[in-house]
């Protein structure tokens, strides 16, 4: 189908929720993709931090093809291998001890409020319900998942929302402090914040928000969906902080493009819920569950974190060096390869030129830049980024 077909039949037959770019990919290998027209990108977005090994990874593709000759789906009325083996990998290389699967990060955020209200509600009865989120937070676009998502443009139009949800400023103690209360069963938050802004918790706050919890019995929750899976120089982005929580939200790169979500609790937490408390019907997959097993072994055993470190450390001294030039870029913000640049005034253009040029990236929060590349990017791809992004900066200096 020609890229004018598809826009106009796309345009006729699917809902109008994406804001698309006028591009189609037929193909992608590593750090590249090619377009219908033949032309090839190299993609510093990574399918918004998801295709952590990388376009079509031989471990991932090769395992898929076994498993889907064999068996595609069965349901959680029957023992599953592939998910067992998931379960067993992400226990032992994380503070948890038990995992949930499902099939998206919204949906694995979904049922860490639901395991967290019904570990308080046991233990302490039904009142003990609300959740607190951070300003600046993205947790997904159901409706629970909105009322802890810090974006009256999301929530708009969807009221009423489910109750029980507040807003705390994050990484200011004292606002916590002071929305905590008898009924507050849960904290979630993202060690560094995506969609908000490539925002990272404080080292200080972070300590304090679980010594909070822990004298009050409340649950900590970290939404690890787009920090997690080797991305910010650690598997997990709470092993910067030496902060554990009680339970973590996972998906995005945990399958590196299978879809796919999970919940990590300790057992002190997951032995609230009992057969018939959740439950999901793709959730584990046996297909899911053969990709996140492949990719997971492919970043455990080759220590992908300490790649993303240290190719994040040149990457993050190259666009230093843009702070440093251009008095509109304000800050570098991030980790590992999971970074962002401030810029004075919106990203659009930007990213948009980059795309002229054939690099892929993207802005959040409208005026942070964010690059979440494969965590196979070589300081040659940086390079030649740079390249570009120098270009463009320079573009503008004029025109400004
Ligand atoms: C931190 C975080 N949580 C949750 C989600 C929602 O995940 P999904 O789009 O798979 O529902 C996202 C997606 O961007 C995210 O970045």
Known sequence: MSIEVMIQDGESYLMNNYKRLPISFVKGEGMKLLDTEGKEYIDFLGGIAVNSLGHSPHVVVEALK????????????????????LGKILAHNSFGDKVFLCNSGAEANEAAIKLARKYAYKKYGSHRNEVIAMTGSFHGRTLATLSITDSKKYQEGYGPLPEGFKMASFNDIDALKNIVGDNTCAIILEPIQGEGGVTAAKAEYLKEVKKLCLEKDILLIFDEIQCGIARTGKLFAYEHYNVEPDIMSLAKALAAGFPIGAVVATDKVAVAWQPGDHGSTFGGNPLACTAAVATMKEVVEKKLWMRAEMVGSYFGQQLQLLVNQYPFVKELKGKGLMLGLELEMEGASIVAKAFEKGFIINCTAGKVLRFVPPLIVTEEDIDGLMVVLKEIFNEMEVVE
């Open 66 to 85: 076994d498993q889907i000759g064999k068996l595609m789906h069965v349901s959680n009325y029957f023992w599953i291998d592939s998910q067992v083996e």
